[in-house]
């Protein structure tokens, strides 16, 4: 018999950010409008993520070459083509016992669904929950969230996290926004030389600790994405209250996750960008920084809580190779 030849590994999706409400196109896997005022959209591709946007409003679609085909399941929806998976879970805290559970609820419904799908290798996730930093030690949110998100994980992810980002928002406190995005085929974990891989922190940081890597690097290795990244050396927050040192070490991280995933350097219009803000005062400071430092780079400018306290600002994205 003659043997079939492999399929071809597919493009990454198209990210682009563009002025205004989100429109689909049948090419549209994934679209995502920002801030609570933007209008409902009854389709499963469509999420309004609660992060207030801070500047012009803009919406972000990733678009694939494929037939999309998309549906809902409970709190899960989800669209599919071209090789790539898009699924989103929001839930209610008080729906599900609390942070934990809320958090054990979502990823146990995405890697439920995720382990029946052909595209079962999530690449990249994020988290978007309300007051993220709200109680002190292991009594924190976030901390919380951790514990629940590492119960709620399958066989999924049993052979690495992948990037991810985890953001605290001022919506209602008790909703919880989980999305991911994956494909048929594993991506290549990418960590940060000068950081400790986040499932390595000490006790310091919780029971559990964070559970994803720094960045991946997607199958056929045409795209960075870029997990939450901010002012961590090592594994302590540098700069704390300086939002322009925070800034600088963040550009360093930066640019150290495009040299260990073998990026070209610096961030241009291949570059589509998430500043999260934890201070309107300071979203001037953030704007005029992406201006001098990366200025031809998309850049979405949203109001969010970093997830340790003392941290002002956390930058994350997506890097083409062109």
């Not at 597919?10 to 896997?29: C, F, H, K, Q």
């Not at 309004?48 to 070459?65: A, C, K, N, T, Y």
């Not at 998309?70 to 942070?99: I, K, M, N, P, Y």
Request: aromatic share 8%; hydrophobic share 40%.
């Amino acid at each position: 018999m003659r043997e079939h030849a492999p399929l071809a590994t597919p493009a990454s999706p198209r990210v682009d950010y563009r002025a205004g409400y989100a429109t689909l196109s049948p090419r549209t896997l994934a679209a995502f409008d920002f801030g609570t005022a933007a209008p409902e959209q009854d389709d499963p591709r469509w999420l309004r993520v609660v992060l207030e946007p801070m500047g012009g409003r803009q919406s972000e679609i990733w678009e694939v070459d494929g037939e999309i085909e998309s549906g809902r399941a409970g709190d899960l929806h989800w669209s599919r083509g071209g090789g790539w998976l898009f699924a989103a879970v929001t839930c209610r805290e008080d729906q599900h016992g609390g942070t934990e559970g809320a958090a054990r609820h979502a990823y146990e419904q995405l890697s439920r669904f995720v382990a029946a799908a052909e595209e079962r290798h999530v690449q990249r996730i994020w988290n978007y929950l309300g007051a993220i930093n709200a109680g002190s030690g292991d009594d924190e949110r976030y901390k919380h969230f951790c514990t629940g998100r590492i119960e709620g994980m399958g066989e999924v992810f049993a052979h690495g996290f992948p990037a991810a980002t985890a953001i605290g928002h001022h919506a209602d406190e008790a909703l919880l926004q989980v999305y991911l995005l994956a494909t048929d085929r594993p991506g290549t974990r990418v960590e940060n030389p000068r950081q400790v891989s986040a499932w390595r922190y000490p006790r310091q940081y919780g029971r559990t600790p964070p559970s994803f890597a720094r960045a991946t690097l997607l199958p056929a290795g045409d795209v960075l994405a870029i997990s939450g990244t901010a002012a961590v050396v090592g594994h302590a927050s540098a700069h704390a209250g300086d939002i322009d040192a925070q800034l600088a070490e963040t550009l360093r991280n930066l640019d150290a996750l495009l040299a260990a995933g073998g990026l070209p350097p610096g961030f241009d219009r291949s570059a589509p960008l998430k500043a999260y803000v934890r201070r309107p005062e300071h979203a001037a400071a953030v704007a005029g920084f992406a201006a001098a430092h990366f200025p031809q780079a998309p850049l979405l400018l949203l109001h969010g809580d970093i997830c340790r306290e003392e941290l002002l600002v956390e930058i994350d994205g997506w890097r083409f190779r062109g």
